[in-house]
């Protein structure tokens, strides 16, 4: 049992609270309560559907995957291990492309598929650079989700400026945390985060 003082425990909470697995269910909760278009005619029924999807493939499939390998690896995987990482990364990957492809399939749900293709992306792109360097992954996920709801904002002309400031401070707020609790140095922090929000942002933007 780590003994924390009270600074490690709060950076603790965030950096759970901010899980890279669970953090695309937050963005499209966010999504779908944002005034865009494509949020706006769906019903209540819809966005929950949306948000079962997205769950079960960003969380539920990469975590139990985990949990499996896991339990019946006879060569005891860990997950801090870079080369082990590179497993989690692929996993990961390949959960949000399912989820991309239940998206695919829903006509009316066209517009939320570019969302989890580019947050799948990201992983092939933390997967390369985790080969050779650690990275933040969890400033990889909350950069990727400003990334991409600022450039919704802006191919939509949507003034959104106290969402996305709220953003940028729980980038800050979970950056802050993996210094705290020294799993990450600066570099590594900013570089998951510019990794993510650049990758999001030109795909959401331009295609």
């Not at 425990?9 to 779908?32: C, H, M, N, Q, Y």
């Not at 006879?74 to 990957?93: C, E, M, P, V, W």
Request: glycine share 6%.
């Amino acid at each position: 049992m780590e003994n924390l003082n009270l600074e490690q425990k709060i950076a603790k909470v965030i950096s759970i609270l901010f899980d890279p697995f669970i953090v695309p269910t937050w963005g499209f909760l966010l999504l779908l309560l944002s005034p865009f278009y494509f949020s706006t005619f769906l019903i209540f029924q819809a966005k929950l559907f949306i948000l079962a999807i997205v769950f079960v493939s960003t969380f539920v499939v990469p975590v139990f995957t985990m949990w499996l390998i896991k339990y019946f690896s006879h060569n005891g995987i860990n997950f801090s291990n870079r080369k082990d990482r590179l497993l989690l990364f692929l996993i990961t990957a390949v959960s949000y492309y399912i989820g991309y492809s239940f998206l695919r399939q829903m006509i009316f749900f066209s517009s939320f598929k570019i969302f989890l293709i580019s947050a799948a992306i990201t992983i092939l792109l933390l997967l390369l650079v985790s080969s050779k360097w650690k990275i933040s992954v969890q400033t990889a996920g909350i950069g990727g989700l400003t990334g991409i709801y600022l450039a919704v904002c802006f191919r939509f002309s949507l003034n959104a400026i106290f969402p996305v400031c709220i953003l940028f401070l729980i980038c800050g707020m979970i950056g802050t945390s993996r210094l705290i609790l020294k799993r990450h140095t600066p570099a590594q922090v900013y570089a998951g985060f510019f990794l993510g929000f650049i990758t999001n942002y030109a795909i959401v933007m331009y295609f």
